[in-house]
């Protein structure tokens, strides 16, 4: 297991060390040990990466040139024309973009917190 000393910073060496130690194999020790203790962190990654994803304008905006594959910032940024813009509909739309983001920060609000905070404690 020497190979993920390197990978996992945050994962003390002793516990996979005792793993090893109590006859558990490499892939033992990642699914029992490894990943239970990096869920949190994973998980906030996770959130993190969906939100970007969400949210992402100038990719969705470039390669996407068909009406059924843009991304909702990009659907909201067409709603104008060149000598109106629609305020009530832009706002409801935004609204409707970000309910989901909240919900799922909401639900998962602990899981967040504790991945946030697992490195920033040392003991």
């Known amino acids: 297991m020497w190979i993920m000393r390197n990978y996992l910073v945050g994962i003390p060496s002793t516990i996979e060390e005792a793993s090893e130690i109590d006859g558990a194999g490499a892939w033992r020790t990642v699914l029992s040990v490894i990943l239970p203790m ?48 629609p305020f009530a509909q832009i706002f409801a739309a935004s609204v409707a973009a970000t309910v989901p983001i909240v919900i799922l920060v909401l639900v998962f609000r602990r899981s ?12």
């Open 112 to 123: 967040i917190v504790s991945g946030l905070t697992s490195g920033a404690v040392k003991g």
């Open 38 to 85: 990096a869920k949190p962190g994973l998980f906030t990654v996770g959130v993190f990466t969906f939100t970007a994803s969400w949210s992402e304008f100038l990719m969705a905006l470039t390669f996407n040139s068909e009406n059924s594959f843009r991304t909702i910032p990009v659907g909201i940024a067409l709603f104008g024309t060149q000598f109106t813009v």
